[in-house]
């Protein structure tokens, strides 16, 4: 592998992902496996969300297992996306401004 060079070694390093892909994708199960870690890994935001407001409604206060996240006041780059698809890092600048609504206040 080229060292030296770094766009070389993005080049490299690109061409044998593309390659690893192809050659293990059924072997190696990587589709299901990613879609899983990536099932995972909204859970866990989830979770870690719903901790920080308590398990409660933003708009009654009242502890819920249905709540329905959202962000109101979202800046244009997140506006499309749900909450649990936020990176870490904007998750916890974010976490005052994410709202919890259950099913009796939506
Ligand atoms: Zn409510």
Redesign the pocket.
């Known amino acids: 592998m080229p060292f030296s060079d770094p766009e070389a070694k993005r080049r490299w390093q690109r061409d044998y992902n593309r390659r690893y892909y192809a050659a293990n994708k059924v072997s190696k199960r990587l589709v299901s496996k990613a879609i899983s870690q990536k099932r995972d890994l909204r859970t866990r935001k989830r979770r870690w969300i719903l901790d920080c407001l308590d398990d409660r ?1 933003s ?2 206060g ?1 502890v819920s297992m249905a709540l329905e996240l959202s962000f109101p006041s979202a800046p244009e780059r997140l506006i499309d996306r749900s909450p649990v698809d936020f990176s870490w890092q904007d998750l916890k600048s974010h976490r005052y401004d994410i709202v919890a ?2 099913g ?2 939506r």
């Open positions: 409604c708009h009654c009242g609504t259950c009796g206040c």
